[in-house]
Every structure is written in C-alpha cells, then in structure tokens.
C-alpha cells in the first residue's frame, strides 16, 4: 500500500499541476468564470499545494539515503 | 538482474501518460462539476430595509396624500376642489408614459404603474451588422423591478428556463440576470434579501439598485457592502464589466480574450430614478447578427443617454422576454438560468422587505 502510494503521488502533482495550466489558460480566455479565484479551485489548490509538499519531501528523503 | 525485475513492475511509459492523461481529464471534469455545473444552494440571510432617510418609492397613497380641506362648519366644499392625486411621484413624473388602463401590444405594455416598449435596432459596426433590442422602462413603484430565483426543495440555487421563470413572476420585461448561484461567492442581494454574504469577495464588479431608484455601478475593490446595504440596496448584482459610468464609457472591460470579441450580451442601464433600460444583443449568428464588443455595447448605451450601465450575462444566456413572449433569438436556443431581473406589477400589499 505504502508503495502504491508513493508510487502515484509524482503523478497527483503532475496531474494536478496541469489542471491548473489548463485553468490558467481558461481565465485568460474567459476570466468572468473565475476559474482560478472561486472557491472550489481554492480547494484544488489546497490539495495540488499538499501533495506537492508530500513529493517533495518523499524526494528529499530518498535523496539522502 | 534485480534492475531487470525492477523494470518489469513499471507500466510502459506509453501506458503512463495515457494513464496520467486520462487523471487529468476526471480531474477537470469533477473541477467542472463542482465549479460551474451543479448550483449551489443559497437561502435568504437577512432582510435589507429602506433607510427611513432615503425613503422608497413604495407607493402608498394613504401616507402623502394631498389633506382634504377643512370645511367651514356649516357650509359645503368649496366648488372646484381638485382630487388629491395619490400617485407616486415617478408616476406624475412620467405620466405620458402611463396608461389609465392596461394596454397590452407587441412590443409594449403600458398601465398606471408600469411601461414597457421594446425597440428593435440594427447597428453596424465595421462590416459587421448586429440586432439589438432595447427595452424602454418606467416604474412607478420600485417593487416593479424585481429579481426572481426559482428554488426547488433544496433551496435556491436551480436553474429553470427564462419562460418559465416569467411565468412564474408574472413578468411584464424580463432580462438574464448575473447567473449568481454559478459564479464567484460575491454578495447575492435580491428583493432586499440577503441571499449569500459574499463581503470579503469584493474584487468583482458590481451595480447596486436601491429604493429610491438610484443606481450605482463598482468596480473591482470598489463597493462597501456595509455602506451599499445600510443606504438601502435593494439589488445588488455581481457579473460585469462596468459599460458606463456618469454618461460615459468606463474603458475598463476586462482582459478576457474570448469575451472580449463580438458576442451576444445582455446588460442593465439606468436613466434616472424610475426610468431603466434592458438591452440585449443577438450574435453568433454572421448572416443576422454577429455581436458586439463591451466597447460598442458601452457606446450604445452611451447613444441612449444612460447615465449608467452594467453588462449581465450574455453568450448564450442572453435573453429578454416581454408579455411572455421571447423577443431575440438567443444563441444556441438560450439555456438555464439561475435567475433573471424582472419587470412586473408592484405587489398589491406592502412585502415584508419594505416594511
């Protein structure tokens, strides 16, 4: 299980860090949907900015042994 | 040959970005849902009421009706003593706009309390032709001009066809509204009725009606919700851009570059206390109608002599009703709407907002 996950969280951070490219480019297309200020991307980011740090750390752990 | 064995528990890297690609769109989609898809449910908060020092246009004759004369104690009325008129104030203002009785044509409706005349215009912009309508308003009572949220049993926040929620209204005039219950967390403030207490969410724009008739437009960070409720806001709607301000172009339409182009819109303008326009714009279609820009919708609005305007929303929700019957051509055949703004018959007793 441990693994699995270690295994798939590059890839949440991946996904997630696309998603918001996406949004990113949605808001300069049409900026009235608020599609990076609204309430539910801020939970996105909330989630995208965890496991960025639970990657990051993974890394460093592994880095260093 | 632990590398081997290794290599053999990894998924081809084809697989993995087919994998993480397909995350991705499940991501955007449940994104999608959550953001713009299903409504989010809103109830009524808190009850805005006229300040007692701007008074509302809530007619009730009996409150400042002319005094009848006093009679001399035995002798008669003198002759030739005119009725009290009991008409509100805007009523006597734009008293030619006003009919005695209710008459119903197709692009008008006139009564004591409320008119309505749909224009229909043609406007070129470059080599591109676009139909607009404009709908001419005077009220006598500011309860005339309503917002209408349909809600189920789960609270407000539905959408519901812009016929049916005329019918449900009564509306004379009907217009889309902001889509409040699928954008942003602004303050949601219709009827005087505090609907979602958005304050601290003051980077939109906004346009404030209060009830004495006036009408405000914000820009981002501008409005004070405290201050626009305590002077008696009794609409406050949150969509933008900002077209005009003191009879002039605001220049400031946003950055969007899909709507900035030519598209349908539909937006709110206001002449004086009483008198108010709905003004929406058929486009997508290149043979009838192509759309315009904020700054040529800012122009016409300029053109009509508003003092200010507000862009509600368009594209495909750019609709107008009037006698129940849909006046433009909406693009894509119009879709849902969380709320619309609303012309209609003030109510016969006095609603609670306005107490």
Redesign the interface.
């Known amino acids: 299980m441990k693994r699995l996950l270690l295994a798939i969280l590059p890839h949440a951070v991946l996904v997630l860090a696309l998603m918001f490219l996406v949004l990113l480019v949605l808001h300069e297309y049409n900026p009235y949907m608020n599609f990076i200020g609204s309430s539910v991307s801020r939970i996105w980011l909330l989630a995208f900015c965890v496991l960025a740090i639970a990657n990051s750390v993974v890394c460093i752990v592994r880095e260093r042994r | 040959m632990q590398n081997k064995e290794r290599e053999k528990n990894f998924l081809p890297l084809w697989a993995?970005v087919v994998?993480?690609t397909l995350?991705?769109g499940a991501?955007?989609v449940v994104?999608a849902l959550?953001?713009?898809v299903l409504p989010r449910s809103v109830s009524p908060a808190q009850t805005v009421r006229p300040v007692s020092a701007t008074p509302a246009l809530v007619w009730t004759p009996s409150a400042t009706a002319a005094p009848t004369p006093v009679l001399e104690a035995a002798g008669d009325l003198p002759e030739n003593t005119p009725e009290p008129d009991t008409r509100s104030p805007w009523a006597i203002q734009f008293e030619s706009h006003f009919t005695e009785d209710t008459v119903i044509t197709e692009n008008s409706y006139s009564s004591p309390n409320v008119a309505v005349e749909v224009s229909r215009l043609e406007l070129r912009h470059g080599d591109r032709l676009n139909v607009c309508y404009v709908a001419d308003i005077y009220i006598a009572d500011i309860r005339s001009f309503r917002s209408y949220l349909p809600q189920d049993e789960e609270g407000y926040g539905m959408r519901l066809e812009m016929g049916e929620m005329a019918r449900q209204s009564d509306a004379i005039a009907a217009m889309t509204g902001d889509m409040y219950a699928f954008?942003?967390?602004s303050l949601v403030l219709r009827n005087g009725e505090l609907y979602r207490d958005g304050r601290w969410q003051t980077?939109q724009t906004h346009c404030a009606l209060f009830y004495d008739g006036t009408m405000a437009v914000y820009g981002p960070d501008e409005i004070d919700y405290e201050a626009a409720m305590a002077d008696g806001a009794w609409q406050i709607w949150s969509?933008?851009p900002v077209l005009v301000r003191d009879g002039k172009p605001s220049g400031d339409y946003?950055?969007?570059?899909?709507?900035d182009d030519p598209n349908p819109r539909a937006a709110l303008g206001y002449y004086e206390p009483g008198h108010y326009c709905f003004v929406v714009v058929d486009g997508r279609r290149p043979n009838y109608s192509f759309g315009m820009t904020f700054e040529e919708l800012a122009e016409l609005f300029v053109d009509l002599g508003c003092e200010c305007a507000y862009n509600l929303d368009g594209g495909g929700s750019a609709v107008m009703m009037l006698n129940g019957q849909g006046v433009n051509i909406p693009s894509g055949g119009g879709r849902e709407l969380s709320d619309i703004i609303l012309i209609a018959e003030p109510p016969a007793e006095e609603s609670e907002a306005v107490k």
């Open positions: 993995v994998l993480d995350a991705l991501a955007l994104f959550f953001h713009h954008q942003g967390a980077y969509f933008g946003g950055s969007g570059m899909a709507v």
